[in-house]
T-cell receptor, first 109, second 113 residues
Framework: GQNIDQPTEMTATEGAIVQINCTYQTSGFNGLFWYQQHAGEAPTFLSY????GLEEKGRFSSFLSRSKGYSYLLLKELQMKDSASYLC??????????FGTGTQLKVEL | DGGITQSPKYLFRKEGQNVTLSCEQN?????MYWYRQDPGQGLRLIYYSQIVNDFQKGDIAEGYSVSREKKESFPLTVTSAQKNPTAFYLC????????????FGEGSWLTVV
């Protein structure tokens, strides 16, 4: 099976940088996704990591280390609209996604 | 516009009733999925289908049923056997093969009254 852990909540200041961590224990996976979800809405795709290292996409970056069982999502120049839940998910056979419980990020002035 | 359409957005179910949630996609995706989300929790996989006329159970399939008679449609029935059905239900689809981005519908809220 797969066990995915994320902090439940985080708070950060507008304009700052925040790092959301995701640790996992699994026998194997194809890749790791990060999704953003605003309350009551569908998750939207942010990033996908297959190889170790950093993937950068504008204000958002995601990092993966398979040997350490660890990923993080880095959000720069935080905006109020970034207040949302951030979901880490592993993809296995059949493109099934197994999600962590998500991290609720609150951006304050 | 291409996308995934779920209906209804809000649904109320009486105890002992079966209800069906609709999911239609015009993205020509082979794979479709149903997830359940409870307040403050992550998504859990109910059923998934990688091809027409075939589907597999996910982690929490008990009390649910699906069909995949057409590529674009993957309806979910919440049966009376599901004892705690109140939740947010999300349908998703993706091209076949690992690593392809999974796209979600807008979700359906089901409440037992």
């Amino acid at each position: 099976g797969q066990n995915i852990d994320q902090p439940t909540e985080m708070t950060a200041t507008e304009g700052a940088i925040v790092q959301i961590n995701c640790t996992y224990q699994t026998s194997g996976f194809n890749g790791l996704f990060w999704y953003q979800q605003h309350a009551g809405e569908a998750p939207t795709f942010l990033s996908y990591n297959v190889l170790d290292g950093l993937e950068e996409k504008g204000r958002f970056s995601s990092f993966l280390s398979r040997s350490k069982g660890y990923s993080y999502l880095l959000l720069k120049e935080l905006q109020m609209k970034d207040s949302a839940s951030y979901l880490c998910a592993l993809t296995g056979g059949g493109n099934k996604l197994t999600f962590g419980t998500g991290t609720q990020l609150k951006v304050e002035l | 516009d291409g996308g995934i359409t779920q209906s209804p957005k809000y649904l109320f179910r009486k105890e002992g009733q079966n209800v069906t949630l609709s999911c239609e996609q015009n993205l020509n995706h082979d794979a479709m999925y149903w997830y359940r989300q409870d307040p403050g929790q992550g998504l859990r996989l109910i059923y998934y289908s990688q091809i027409v006329n075939d589907f597999q159970k996910g982690d929490i399939a008990e009390g649910y049923s699906v069909s995949r008679e057409k590529k674009e449609s993957f309806p979910l029935t919440v049966t009376s056997a599901q004892k705690n059905p109140t939740a947010f239900y999300l349908c998703a689809s993706s091209p076949q093969g690992s690593g392809n981005t999974i796209y979600f519908g807008e979700g359906s809220w089901l409440t037992v009254v």
